[in-house]
């Protein structure tokens, strides 16, 4: 999908070049209310007139074609490139069209008379972008693979002015005003200010791989752009900062914003179409207005009283799940655990907590959640660790859980005081058990030694008080 173009009138459908066709959706529609499909080769650039009555494309063949929205052939077609035509454009007197090429030149046309005002050939790569001045119907901008942005007026021979972008640009897109020029190219997102002769204003660097198209809002005060690496960044134009950022599938080509800001459509590799809508907001307003109950509804029959005849039915209790248990249902295992680390569970039911690292060990994702925590999380985590990792019914699985703590974070150890008088702590604590065992093991060994000692003597005395019977038993019987 190389060009998504919005057309400028209600019901503001788009156009979608892709392939040899050029698709017109509605709004809310899934498949083509109508195609344009006269091409021999690929199309390219498929963009409305300001009016939204005609539209223009170029062709991997040279030519350039003219629509008319409501026919299906073409009204004109101008050709004079001679290698496939990527950008084209109308100026904002209507009647003129500009074009970019891949060999290296841009062109005027007359609409009326379908033939060439004047060629341009001050570029030396590809010409892949443009724009025209709405401010001034004689302006309109081109970038190119030579790295150059330039600034053509159509009543001289040559460009007013040259822009140096420093990366192959991508896309190009002037602000309503006519005073800034927005070029993307490589990783960054470039703001000029064409008033001062072309002079830099900000330069952004908020993408990982090459930004390919760029939108504005309808006020100007947003600025969207779009890259190879999944991503829509969107910038406010008053502080250049991303104030939003969108995840797509696949790297992303093309993209276009409804003109009341309504739909953001994008365009991507692998040929899909990406349609978003923003949520109407009235229906929070109806929500809000809605008309709550009266006090008599939530103490109607609470006084009544059951006569002796009444069958009384008891209404089961619904069983309420406690904030963990529902992010331990929902597989949220980093959340269950900082739900558990609040002071007044780790306080007064600190079970609770042990119960929920045992469960999350058990499905084998204590690790992932204990990994990723900043300072003060793991302060707090060995906070606990270290003070209840000698209580004979939790020690199993907090030695386990300090384990794999020390693993993790022994890298990070030395950057933070706070972090290292924990460790600290808990190697005292651990230190001091051991004492404490291998003493109890030692008295053990003891009063085992001592309990073996008392039992050969009970059996020795048994011995003689049996052996003193018998003699006396044996003497009576003589006498």
């Given at each position: 999908v190389n060009k998504i173009d919005f057309s400028p009138v209600p019901p503001y459908n788009y156009a979608v070049t892709a392939s040899s066709r050029i698709h017109i959706y509605g709004r809310y529609s899934q498949e083509p209310i109508k195609t344009f499909s006269r091409f021999r080769d690929a199309a390219y650039g498929a963009t409305y007139r300001d009016d939204g009555q005609l539209l223009v494309a170029g062709s991997e063949d040279s030519s350039i074609r003219l629509f008319d929205v409501s026919g299906r052939a073409p009204l004109r077609q101008f050709d004079g490139h001679t290698k496939p035509v990527h950008l084209v454009g109308f100026l904002s007197d209507k009647y003129r069209i500009f074009s970019g090429g891949d060999d290296y030149s841009t062109n005027l046309w007359d609409i009326p008379s379908a033939t060439e005002i004047v060629s341009y050939g001050e570029h030396t790569d590809y010409v892949r972008c443009g724009c025209a001045s709405k401010v001034n119907a004689d302006v309109f901008i081109t970038g190119s693979y030579d790295h150059t942005?330039?600034?053509?007026?159509?009543?001289?021979?040559?460009?007013?002015?040259?822009?140096?972008?420093?990366?192959?640009?991508?896309?190009?897109?002037?602000?309503?005003?006519?005073?800034?020029?927005?070029?993307?190219?490589?990783?960054?997102?470039?703001?000029?200010?064409?008033?001062?002769?072309?002079?830099?204003?900000?330069?952004?660097?908020?993408?990982?791989?090459?930004?390919?198209?760029?939108?504005?809002?309808?006020?100007?005060q947003r600025l969207l752009s779009g890259s190879l690496d999944r991503h829509v960044k969107i910038y406010s134009t008053t502080s250049y900062k991303v104030v939003h950022s969108f995840n797509y599938a696949t790297s992303i080509l093309s993209l276009a914003l409804s003109p009341e800001d309504e739909t953001i459509v994008v365009g991507m590799t692998n040929g899909v179409i990406n349609v978003k809508h923003r949520k109407p907001e009235e229906r929070n307003e109806k929500s809000e207005k809605k008309r709550q109950p009266a006090y008599r509804t939530y103490v109607k029959g609470r006084t009544y009283m059951p006569k002796q005849e009444d069958f009384c039915v008891s209404k089961p209790v619904k069983r309420v799940l406690r904030k963990y248990d529902k992010l331990l249902k929902s597989f949220e295992s980093s959340k269950a655990l900082d739900a558990v680390l609040e002071p007044p569970i780790m306080l007064h039911t600190p079970e609770v907590t042990v119960a929920v690292m045992q469960e999350l060990h058990r499905r084998g994702t204590l690790r992932s959640a204990l990994a990723g925590r900043d300072e003060k999380q793991v302060n707090l985590l060995l906070t606990f660790v270290a003070r209840r990792v000698i209580e004979p019914r939790f020690t199993p699985v907090l030695v386990t859980v300090a384990d794999m703590i020390t693993d993790i974070y022994q890298p990070v150890v030395g950057q933070s005081a706070i972090v290292d008088k924990q460790f600290l702590k808990l190697q005292e604590a651990i230190g001091k058990e051991i004492d404490y065992q291998e003493e109890l093991l030692e008295v053990l060994g003891m009063m085992d030694t001592l309990f073996a000692t008392f039992t050969e003597k009970r059996d020795t005395c048994l011995g003689e008080n049996k052996s003193n019977g018998l003699t006396e038993t044996v003497e009576t019987n003589k006498n």
């Open positions: 942005v330039k600034l053509f007026d159509a009543r001289t021979k040559s460009s007013v002015m040259t822009i140096e972008h420093g990366h192959p640009v991508e896309s190009v897109l002037l602000f309503p005003s006519g005073g800034l020029l927005v070029s993307a190219g490589g990783r960054y997102v470039k703001v000029w200010d064409v008033l001062k002769g072309g002079q830099l204003l900000v330069s952004l660097k908020n993408h990982h791989k090459t930004v390919t198209c760029l939108c504005l809002n309808s006020s100007g």
